[in-house]
């Protein structure tokens, strides 16, 4: 039984974790969250398959086109 409660307790710990990590975040948005930043990830130099950004390109075409609105 302690065991199962030590379980919960560290997801639940785990889950607050994230949460405040988010609501820090402004908007909840994380940079460098596309592929394409990742050399490791894409050593083609293919474009991001979410949002089209290509490795050379800064911004996320997502979030450019929802400024742009």
């Known amino acids: 039984m302690m065991l199962i ?6 997801l639940a710990l785990a889950f607050a974790g994230i949460a405040i990590k988010i609501w ?10 596309c592929a394409s930043q990742n050399p490791y990830l894409n050593s083609g130099g293919e474009a991001c398959g979410y949002c089209g950004k290509l490795p050379d390109e800064q911004e996320c075409r997502k979030e450019a086109s929802a400024k742009s609105q």
Request: no cysteine; proline share 0%.
């Open 5 to 10: 409660l030590l379980t919960i307790g560290l």
């Open 24 to 33: 820090s975040r402004k908007d909840g948005k994380f940079a460098g969250t």
